[in-house]
């Protein structure tokens, strides 16, 4: 069983910054993708960014250039840079830990965003 935790929720002002951060505990398979993914209000969930355990790293168009995400296998820890934040990027944001070789998957319980002008 994996159990994830995430942090570094909160409220900001258009064009502020924040670091989410995720960390995975439990027995973990040592090839996994880790990533963060979002859901506002009426909407469906959607992936952000996932990074591999080798550092390969996958974005939505509409987070390039601004979000960052990286990971710490050693911590089994993943986090995500977000800059030049939107109100568009308002959203509660659930990490996700999942594995390329099984079904496996498992989910943070979510950590909310909000961007005001």
């Known amino acids: 069983q994996v159990q994830l935790v995430e942090s570094g929720g909160g409220s900001v002002q258009t064009g502020g910054s924040l670091r989410l951060s995720c960390a995975a505990s439990g027995t973990i398979f040592n090839i996994n993708i880790m990533g963060w993914y979002r859901q506002a209000p009426g909407k469906q969930r959607e992936l952000v960014a996932d990074i591999t355990t080798g550092g390969s790293r996958n974005y939505a168009d509409s987070v390039k250039g601004r979000f960052t995400i990286s990971r710490d296998n050693a911590k089994n820890t993943v986090y995500l840079q977000m800059n030049s934040l939107k109100a568009e990027d308002t959203a509660v944001y659930y990490c996700?830990?999942?594995?390329?070789?099984?079904?496996?998957?498992?989910w943070g319980q979510g950590t909310q965003v909000t961007v005001s002008s």
């Open positions: 996700n830990l999942r594995y390329t070789v099984s079904s496996f998957t498992s």
